[in-house]
């Protein structure tokens, strides 16, 4: 097969041509050593970075190469030593700030984590003592979800953040809180008042409680479940409710716990009720349930990215969701949500980290490339860097296993906030 990467001389350099530059990563103040050059401003800055000639991938182009086979020879090792103008050396400095900055929101990004864990546990010490200290219990609930709520209510922008495989152990815990900062998040969008978020939020702390009763050779079984045991499971939900009631939890709490998994068309369970016979609380925490479990199932090798589970929700499962609630999620999460693996218009491979819900289309992604360790991998927040848009989603089954390693798709796919307001 014929090589398509040539060297073509830097004078016969134009807009269109797909470009490999041979500099380490900080010897030039462009995000990635290759991409395509898309303006007159990338043109000169290449021009002026001291090379004789460029790397050029002429099957990715947009421009020929005028008689290629005399004007660009096939490409040879050839040692390069830059000369770097004072206007280049200062485009550098502000790449070395953008990686200062990244370390700032991997800090940030490692804080949000511990505080998940933290309230993971709380969640967990719950449970356990509902039984036998339900008052103490509700008031632990409370007071983990008023801390989260004040965070939201306090921030004029919430980032959402995926968080690391570190904080996997309990899945039902995890399940629990994940889906109650989704629900905060969801009712914070909808502008609901205060009382009912909190509500909302020790509801979904909660909605699972039920689930104590199931055999855990039942509840986490990886094989399809029986038809007899599936009917168990669904039992959780009024085994949830007794529970609640028994604990001296608020009566709409109760309810939402009782409606988790009823849907607006009539096909959720256990009542089979629908519409406006679904209080708002139920409907929100239906919607975001749902979602997790698409995301996170007890085994994870039927796990949907979250692309894939909003796609599904939105344009095949409609009729069971509110709308306005589902739009609402969708902005908040993005049309892909951290988690996801993207392909970007530049050819580099991505995964999204954090969305601001203002710029739902420009997230924040971490990117693969061999010649930047993992630990230092460059972050891109496609809000500042508009040269670059994400083309497509990707399953991280179809990653290459280098590009797999460095990327790291989380197993379980966890969301938090960060409680600082702007991301970068």
Known sequence: MTSTLVFVPITDLAIGHFVQLDLGWLEHPFPFNTFKILSQEQLDIIRGLGLSKVRVDLKKSTVVVPDARQSASPVEETPVVPVISPAQAAAIELKRQRIAQNQVLRTRINATEKQFVQAAKTCRELTRTIFSNPAGSIAQASNLIGGITDSLLNDSEAIVHLLGDKIAGEEIYLHSLNVAMLALLLGRELKLERRLLDTIGVATLLHDIGKVEIPDRVLLKRDPWTASERDLVKEHVAFGFNIAKKAGLEPLAIRIIAEHHEYLDGSGYPRGIKNDAISVGGRVLSLVNAYDNFCNPINLANALTPNEALSLMFAKQRSKY?????????HILGVYPPGTVVLLSNDAIGMVLSVNPAHPLRPVVIVYDANIPKSEAMILNLEQDCDVNIAKALKPSQLAR???????????????????????
Request: charged share 20%; aromatic share 16%.
């Open 322 to 330: 509110d709308m306005a609630m589902l739009g609402r999620f969708v």
């Open 402 to 424: 280098p590009v797999y390693e460095y990327l790291s798709p989380r197993q379980r796919v966890t969301y938090s906030f960060d409680q600082n307001g702007t991301g970068q």
